[in-house]
């Protein structure tokens, strides 16, 4: 499975766009990226998945580059309750669906 | 409203005395999977299902097992917990990927165990 890195921790203002970028370097053909969002004391959430270019839902937006080592989850406008640790994760069903954490970028939004 | 529960939220044990988690799911998923989640750290596979088929991930110690009775049921049994062992236990559930893609993992509010 993929290892993943991301910033340990990012602050933000309320109203701000938030960029979390995680790095994949040995990213396999048929990975997935995604993210999943935890707040304390409960299960993770999924946000989003992508697999190249950009795909964007209700809630952020993902932006992967063309050689799919990184990828960017992108937050509009942070309020307070998107305080949380955001998790980036790679891999496919072929492999058995283990999904392995990594350590999460803390994220902390002030008013 | 469909949803993965988890009972209890909390469970006191005692050093070495067995205890059993429960995972149900309305959802009708065919994999489901326990996690591990110990105080600021990232959830930690222990292993899945997929339907009946049981996967044990490589470094879950011997002492967590699971039992999946059914498709809505899922059980983790820790034979004889260690202070170690105290941890948010996480269950999920998924649809099976469709090819590469991997389906959106669903988490129930977890177990929080703590082991006197």
């Known amino acids: 499975l993929a290892k993943t890195t991301q910033p340990i921790s990012m602050d933000s203002y309320e109203g701000q766009e938030v960029n979390i970028t995680c790095s994949h370097n040995?990213?396999?053909?048929?990975?997935?990226i995604t993210w999943y969002q935890q707040f304390p004391s409960q299960g993770p959430r999924f946000i989003i998945q992508g697999y190249k270019t950009k795909v964007t839902n209700e809630v952020a937006s993902l932006f992967i580059p063309a050689d799919r080592k990184s990828s960017t989850l992108s937050l509009p406008r942070v309020s307070l309750s998107d305080t949380a640790v955001y998790y980036c994760l790679v891999g496919d069903s072929n492999s058995g669906y283990a999904l392995n954490f990594g350590k999460g970028t803390s994220l902390l939004v002030t008013p | 409203d469909a949803m993965v529960i988890q009972n209890p939220r909390y469970q006191v044990t005692q050093f070495g005395k067995p205890v059993t988690l429960s995972c149900s799911q309305t959802?009708?998923?065919?994999?489901m999977y326990w996690y591990q989640q110990k105080s600021s750290q990232a959830p930690k596979l222990l292993f899945h299902y997929y339907d009946k088929d049981f996967n044990n991930e490589a470094d879950t110690p011997d002492n967590f097992q699971s039992r999946r009775p059914n498709t809505s049921f899922c059980f983790l049994d820790i034979r004889s917990p260690g202070l170690g062992d105290a941890a948010m236990y996480l269950c999920a559930t998924s649809r099976e990927g469709s090819g590469s893609f991997l389906n959106e993992q669903f988490f129930g509010p977890g177990t929080r165990l703590t082991v006197l």
């Open positions: 959802l009708n998923h065919n994999v």
């Open positions: 040995n990213i396999a053909t048929n990975d997935y």
